[in-house]
């Protein structure tokens, strides 16, 4: 399967400041990536979709001014958590697909953000 | 909408013991259905997919049959290892293309 890796593995950063986690594809073009939100003992909750070239799209009570996400190319793709607070503290993964029908997505290890 | 239900765990079993995770699931259409393991530390991984009814899905010892006619995908796997301690996700999509909409994760410990 396709390589995906995340960097930050893991960030702690105080409140009111931005952080950036990148999403990279090592060996798969991916026309769409996935951006998902884990808390403890939870399911991974989507947060957007986005397309290469094109604006993401958010799930419903996503925040698209305080989660940027920039899908640079179709190995990149970037979440910006602007202005963090404590809430937003959470385990972060991206996920990247091919082409439909192409039915398998990738996942990266993920993003551990702790805000104080 | 759709959506995925799972058993809550954490489940604890013996090396050898035989192994049942439920899923259930609620989707308009005919949804492809996937399991998921997340090993300590990394990050999730397909274990087994099914995209049409009556289709099982099978790897590493594990299966899963596609029931439409109770809407489940359970997970099933004969004799369990310790390696196989991790937590499973079950997971649908609806449309291709589309994000993947995960259960709540069920948390396996298997002991020697």
């Known amino acids: 399967g396709a390589v995906v890796s995340q960097h930050p593995s893991r960030v702690i950063c105080k409140s009111g400041t931005s952080v950036k986690i990148e999403c990279r594809s090592l060996d798969f073009q991916a026309t769409t990536m996935f951006w998902y939100r884990q808390f403890p003992k939870q399911s991974l909750m989507l947060m957007a979709t986005?397309?290469?070239?094109?604006?993401?799209?958010?799930e419903q009570g996503v925040e698209k001014d305080k989660f940027l996400i920039n899908h640079a190319s179709l190995t990149l793709s970037t979440l910006t958590v602007t202005s963090a607070h404590p809430e937003d503290s959470s385990f972060y993964i991206c996920?990247?697909?091919?082409?439909?029908?192409?039915?398998?997505?990738?996942f990266g290890p993920g993003t551990r953000l702790l805000v104080l | 909408g759709n959506s995925v239900t799972q058993m809550e765990g954490p489940v604890t079993l013996s090396e050898e013991a035989f192994l049942t995770i439920n899923c259930t699931y609620t989707a308009t259409g005919y949804p492809s259905l996937f399991w998921y393991v997340q090993y300590p530390g990394e990050g999730l991984q397909l274990l087994l997919k099914?995209?049409?009814?009556?289709d099982k899905g099978s790897n590493k010892g594990f299966e899963a049959t596609y029931r439409k006619e109770t809407t489940s995908f359970h997970l099933e796997k004969g004799s369990v290892q310790v390696s196989d301690s991790a937590v499973y996700f079950c997971?649908?999509?609806?449309?291709?293309?589309?994000?993947?909409?995960f259960g709540k994760g069920t948390t396996l410990s298997v002991s020697s």
């Open positions: 997971a649908l999509r609806g449309q291709a293309g589309t994000a993947l909409i």
């Open positions: 986005s397309n290469e070239g094109s604006k993401a799209t958010y």
């Open positions: 099914a995209t049409k009814a009556d």
């Open positions: 996920s990247l697909a091919g082409v439909p029908p192409q039915e398998t997505q990738y």
